[in-house]
């Protein structure tokens, strides 16, 4: 089975942009969380998706947004770039109703200058 | 206020030690799940163990147990036989139920070092 894949690994916008973030599930997960991690931090959730609907969201702006296609990839959208949105963001996937944790991927440096 | 909190920042042991790793949580919710994930300096996040807030027993994988201590709200992480590979962060996490879904939550994490 293939893990969760992000993609680009490494990213540098200038402040006011915008900006996607793409990340495919591990097979079989049907639910998808996104998080900020700033250095020396822990990961701050951003929101979770589940079925292609948003069914949790945490201290973010309506600036970060996200969809969830039907194949369970995703993407992660931030518009109007500040330059504390410079992070690493982690896709993290899961099968809804199990406890077990998320599988993550290796994340996506973002850096706005 | 729904917080994961990790009061050791740094920790030191000798390979082939036990360690414990602290957790407290704080939630007036009945149902919350608990998780501890290794971060390595390679950035992704790896998932060790999970603790039902209905479990009754600790919950073991392998090398890693989880002290569980409802009434002082605490989820200790336990690493017996440390190995050097473990050197790296360690985040607890608390998973609570929001409307309609639910969302983690994680600690600022405690960074292990393994000496040899």
């Known amino acids: 089975e293939t893990g969760v894949t992000q993609s680009p690994t490494h990213l540098i916008k200038t402040r006011g942009q915008q900006v996607t973030l793409r990340c495919s599930s591990q097979?079989?997960?049907?639910?998808v969380s996104w998080y900020q991690q700033a250095l020396g931090q822990g990961p701050q959730f951003i929101f979770q998706?589940?079925?292609?609907?948003?069914?949790g969201r945490g201290n973010f702006p309506p600036r970060f947004s996200g969809l969830q296609f039907p194949n369970y990839s995703s993407e992660l959208n931030v518009n109007a770039l500040e330059l504390d949105d410079s992070a690493l963001y982690l896709c993290?996937?899961?099968?809804?109703?199990?406890?077990?944790?998320?599988?993550f991927g290796s994340g996506t440096r973002l850096t706005v200058v | 206020a729904q917080k994961i909190t990790q009061t050791q920042p740094g920790m030191f042991v000798q390979e082939k030690e036990a360690v414990t790793l602290d957790c407290t949580y704080d939630?007036?919710?009945?149902?919350?799940?608990l998780f501890w994930y290794k971060q390595p300096s390679s950035g992704e996040m790896i998932f060790l163990i999970y603790?039902?807030?209905?479990?009754?027993q600790n919950a073991t994988e392998g090398r890693y147990s989880l002290n569980f201590q409802k009434a002082r709200k605490s989820a200790n992480l336990v690493i017996s036989a440390s190995q050097l590979g473990d050197s790296a962060m360690y985040f607890c996490?608390?998973?609570?139920?929001?409307?309609?879904?639910?969302?983690?939550?994680f600690g600022a994490g405690t960074r292990l070092f393994v000496k040899a």
């Open positions: 993290a996937s899961s099968l809804a109703g199990k406890n077990y944790g998320y599988t």
């Open positions: 097979s079989g997960h049907n639910t």
């Open positions: 998706y589940y079925r292609e609907e948003e069914n």
């Open positions: 939630t007036s919710d009945p149902s919350y799940g």
């Open positions: 603790q039902g807030s209905y479990d009754q």
């Open positions: 996490a608390m998973r609570v139920i929001l409307t309609g879904g639910f969302k983690t939550i």
